[in-house]
């Protein structure tokens, strides 16, 4: 259960870093200058700090430094997979799967060489620590996340292929949270309730083109909470025992 906790802490870190205190410019001067780009040692800076504040034990300083310095050389050569006619479509999903595979690693190595003594929290609060991670990736991860799929399968809406407005983000993130607390609270009904609404909703739209690219990012939207949901009903509260 304490690596279990400890990668959910991670997770949150991550999350925090690589999201919520990344904006859309520092993304974008890494993935076109990669090393070269000044905003770069600030966005690792910051993902050291996640990592190493949420570990809630001083000794992971050394772990913190190794997981920011790999996601360094991750984002260092992010241009480079871009530029790759095979890969620049899923330079997303490997960049972050690299990202996962690392703090998840470098975690599990911590408790093993040199165990884990947390302040503030321990592994009681393994479902507590879950829902947070969830709810934050149902937030600005998963916006960019349906934007990155969009692009994997060349999606497209000329109108509104460059991004989606504040009030659409708004409410993909209210949906996804409404969804994630039906769903752990049993009211599986309500939920297809909320999704036939919101598809009834989209459907009056005249633009049948548009109807259709904003009903995939919906349903998306969707597929997402309710996988989260799925995972902290399944697995996480069982492990729990709640």
Not at 73 to 91: M, W
Request: aromatic letters at 12%; a positive charge.
């Amino acid at each position: 259960m304490e690596i279990a906790t400890l990668i959910a802490l991670q997770t949150i870190a991550h999350l925090l870093g690589d999201y919520t205190f990344q904006s859309k410019k520092t993304a974008k001067s890494k993935a076109k200058k990669g090393f070269k780009s000044k905003h770069l040692k600030w966005h690792i800076l910051i993902v050291f700090v996640c990592s190493y504040l949420l570990s809630f034990d001083y000794r992971f300083l050394p772990a913190a430094i190794l997981i920011g310095a790999l996601h360094w050389v991750i984002d260092g050569f992010k241009p480079q997979i871009l530029a790759s006619k095979r890969l620049h479509k899923g330079a997303f999903f490997i960049d972050q799967l690299l990202h996962i595979l690392i703090y998840a690693l470098v975690s599990t190595t911590f408790i093993k060489l040199i165990g884990w003594q947390p302040i503030f929290i321990d592994t009681t609060h393994f479902t507590y620590t879950c829902l947070i991670a969830v709810f934050l990736l149902c937030t600005k991860p998963a916006n960019i996340l349906i934007k990155e799929i969009f692009t994997l399968f060349s999606v497209s809406f000329t109108e509104k292929s460059q991004d989606l407005p504040n009030a659409g983000r708004l409410i993909g993130i209210t949906e996804r949270w409404l969804v994630l607390v039906l769903i752990i609270i049993g009211q599986f009904s309500a939920v297809g309730f909320l999704i036939t609404a919101k598809s009834i909703l989209r459907f009056k739209d005249g633009d049948y083109l548009k109807t259709e690219y904003v009903l995939i990012g919906t349903m998306l939207s969707f597929a997402i909470a309710i996988a989260c949901a799925l995972v902290i009903t399944l697995f996480v509260l069982p492990i729990s025992g709640r």
